[in-house]
Nanobody
Framework: QVQLVESGGGLVQPGGSLRLSCAVS????????IGWFRQAPGKEREGVSC????????VYADSVKGRFTISRDNAKNTVFLQMNSLKPEDTALYYC?????????????????WGQGTQVTVSS
């Protein structure tokens, strides 16, 4: 059974950092891409970052480039999203999701299995 569980969200001041984790089970990170997505109230879900082990894809949305870093630990079946220099506009519910193969355009509609999400709030 495919499962993804996010953790690491919270309340942080602007300029602060958080590290999100996505623990996966039921499949191998060797063959699947993992994407991070976020959704703020009243807005459409958007892709933040994606990584695929087999093909070496690492992609970021323009809005987070230089601030966020995605990484993986295949032995622990976990993907991380290190978020630095956080801004109020980063406030959202963050999800991880998976698809077989490459990241592609990491459109959320192409990802079939999702976690429950973890809330990130950036506020002073």
């Amino acid at each position: 059974q495919v499962q993804l569980v996010e953790s690491g969200g919270g309340l942080v001041q602007p300029g602060g950092s958080l590290r999100l984790s996505c623990a996966v089970s039921g499949f191998s990170l060797d063959y699947y891409a993992i994407g991070w997505f976020r959704q703020a109230p009243g807005k459409e879900r958007e892709g933040v970052s994606c990584i695929s082990s087999r093909y070496g894809d690492i992609v970021y949305a323009d809005s987070v480039k230089g601030r966020f870093t995605i990484s993986r630990d295949n032995a622990k079946n976990t993907v991380f999203l290190q978020m630095n220099s956080l801004k109020p506009e980063d406030t959202a519910l963050y999800y991880c999701a998976t698809r077989f193969g490459r990241c592609g355009s990491y459109n959320y509609k192409d990802f079939g299995s999702w976690g429950q999400g973890t809330q990130v709030t950036v506020s002073s």
